[in-house]
């Protein structure tokens, strides 16, 4: 049997919630696979092969289009809990009865209510440039980013998810080059998509009472990854997230934006598959959690 | 030649500006040191043997005594500044040009100002529960917690350094009983030294305008470890150095308090070696800092 990688993979297809599901598997079987959930506008070809490849070295990694996503069939619906439903039963379709959940941005939204909803199929979860239900996006460039026009289409993800910074741009076109190298590729998404998606974030983002409360739920450990200037989901929300989840470890990179991970992959890939593997923060079963201290006024007053 | 671990290095002295320095020094030699900054009231004897051993399989390790600290003479100054210049003036005295510094909690401070004042003998930083010029103390229940009385003394440092779940309490019992196992210990920092240490602080973390500009000279690559809930210098403050180094990369751990690499230890060795050894974060001299963007509004008001 030849072992797959992120470019040989094949797609494959899967029925569940009358949704066809397309998805690619590929790493080390045995364990427990890593479920990754995607970004707006993004398809299975947008995600960082170093970033796949390199944790499908001790991993086994399913990469997935959500429902009206790509090559998937239905539509994509106007909220996250309902995205995070439909990944449930692609999960379980799959036969799987626990998994470990890596989500990015968007996708980080959607991997949070998974745990919520199937709190027992979720072992470990990794949030990447993401933020919680109310996230603060009062200083987000996203509306600006991707309402602006590129040289090259592909330039759009240069501004995305890199820093101004000669290094950041420079570890932008390498993983731009990374990204492009396969060739048969997802249909992009429709514009009919990703306006649900808009829809979804911003209902999503509408301020309510006690609107972190539900995080003390998700009671998996979890590793929270950001840039130090996301433009896209601002920085903040990564605290916010790790200050209210009762089991989260916090990292944030050095002059990076919202693909963090795909600036620094082989670092990224080495701390996510120390959080798989070891230990270190325990299991969700037996953690007690801290006492939740007041928040520093420098934070609390705005949230 | 026996190899010496935290146990049994022996405590040595040289001289360097007046002052006789105590200090210790073991572990992998023949590459950068790294040199050991420690926390308010603590002595050679406080840093946590699963950090010190951990971090000597391949660095080589020194902890020191500073200026009026236990088995060093001297006074202690009453500014982190002049504490800085105390601590350049001992490496260089070692014959070292170039080093990575450690600093915890007041350490960190003293660290900061020697990357300021020697740029050129500073490789790389780690800042453990520390914060910047200025720091925001308004929730920190350091006073509180240090004038309270124990029934062991040393339960003071599990109020200091740990969180109030049993997980971190039985961390911080396993800690103590790691650093009291050395037998010829340092004597006590005396009550005139802790109270200079104290007015250090004052001044440090008065508010002054534009108070955070120069810790954009701080080109070093940068570590920054803290725990989620820390109740002494205030967690927010990581996350303020982070937003303002131009290259530092912040880990925050779960359910943790001052001492959080003490509760985590194999996992902070882990990430400590990994980035002094790795150049994930390039080297100081070649790096272009980001654009530096708004503060979101969350974080900008109150700083």
Same mark, same amino acid.
């Given at each position: 049997?030849?072992?797959?990688?992120?470019?040989?993979?094949?797609? $494959?297809?899967?029925?569940?919630?009358?949704?066809?599901?397309?998805? =690619?598997?590929?790493?080390?079987?045995?364990?427990?696979?890593?479920?990754?959930?995607?970004?707006? $506008? /993004?398809?299975?070809?947008?995600? *960082?092969?170093?970033?796949?490849?390199?944790?499908?070295?001790?991993?086994?990694? @399913?990469?997935?289009?959500? &429902? +009206?996503?790509?090559?998937?069939? /239905?539509?994509?619906?106007?909220?996250?809990?309902?995205?995070?439903?439909?990944?449930? %039963?692609?999960?379980?379709?799959?036969? #799987?009865?626990?998994?470990?959940?890596? /989500?990015?941005?968007?996708? /980080?939204?959607?991997?949070?209510?998974?745990?919520?909803?199937?709190?027992?199929?979720? =072992?470990?979860?990794?949030?990447?440039?993401?933020? !919680?239900? +109310? %996230?603060?996006?009062?200083?987000?460039?996203?509306?600006?980013?991707?309402?602006?026009?590129?040289?090259?289409?592909?330039? #759009?993800?240069?501004?995305?998810?890199?820093?101004?910074?000669?290094?950041?741009?420079?570890?932008?076109?390498?993983?731009?080059? $990374?990204?492009?190298?396969?060739?048969? =590729? *997802?249909?992009?998404?429709?514009?009919?998509?990703?306006?649900?998606? $808009?829809?979804?974030?911003?209902?999503?983002?509408?301020?309510?009472?006690?609107?972190?409360?539900?995080?003390?739920?998700?009671?998996?450990?979890?590793?929270?990854?950001?840039?130090?200037?996301?433009?896209? @989901?601002?920085?903040?929300?990564?605290? @916010?997230?790790?200050?209210?989840? !009762?089991? &989260?470890?916090?990292? #944030?990179?050095?002059?990076?934006?919202? +693909?963090?991970?795909?600036?620094?992959?082989?670092?990224?890939?080495?701390?996510?598959?120390?959080?798989?593997?070891?230990?270190?923060? +325990?299991?969700?079963?037996? #953690?007690? !959690?801290?006492? =939740?201290?007041?928040?520093?006024?420098?934070?609390?007053?705005?949230?």
């Amino acid at each position: 049997m030849t072992k797959h990688n992120h470019q040989t993979a094949p797609t $494959r297809f899967i029925e569940a919630n009358g949704i066809r599901f397309a998805y =690619r598997r590929f790493g080390r079987a045995g364990g427990v696979p890593l479920v990754f959930n995607q970004h707006f $506008r /993004g398809t299975m070809d947008y995600w *960082d092969p170093a970033v796949t490849d390199g944790l499908a070295g001790n991993h086994e990694v @399913i990469l997935f289009n959500n &429902a +009206g996503v790509s090559s998937s069939s /239905g539509r994509v619906p106007t909220s996250f809990q309902e995205m995070g439903a439909n990944a449930i %039963a692609f999960i379980k379709a799959l036969g #799987l009865t626990k998994v470990d959940v890596l /989500g990015f941005s968007i996708g /980080g939204m959607v991997a949070q209510e998974i745990a919520i909803q199937a709190p027992d199929l979720v =072992r470990r979860l990794i949030l990447v440039g993401t933020g !919680p239900r +109310g %996230a603060d996006m009062a200083t987000s460039r996203s509306a600006e980013i991707f309402a602006a026009t590129y040289d090259s289409p592909e330039y #759009l993800w240069l501004a995305v998810h890199f820093s101004p910074s000669p290094s950041s741009q420079a570890a932008g076109l390498a993983f731009l080059e $990374r990204k492009l190298s396969r060739d048969d =590729r *997802d249909p992009e998404v429709s514009g009919e998509a990703a306006s649900a998606q $808009r829809e979804a974030i911003g209902k999503y983002i509408a301020p309510a009472d006690r609107v972190f409360d539900h995080l003390k739920n998700i009671r998996q450990p979890t590793l929270i990854v950001q840039g130090s200037n996301d433009v896209i @989901i601002p920085t903040v929300n990564s605290y @916010i997230l790790q200050r209210n989840l !009762p089991n &989260a470890q916090l990292i #944030l990179y050095p002059d990076a934006n919202h +693909g963090s991970f795909y600036q620094y992959p082989e670092l990224f890939v080495s701390q996510a598959d120390q959080f798989l593997r070891s230990s270190h923060q +325990g299991d969700d079963a037996n #953690l007690q !959690p801290a006492e =939740r201290l007041p928040f520093p006024s420098i934070v609390s007053e705005a949230i």
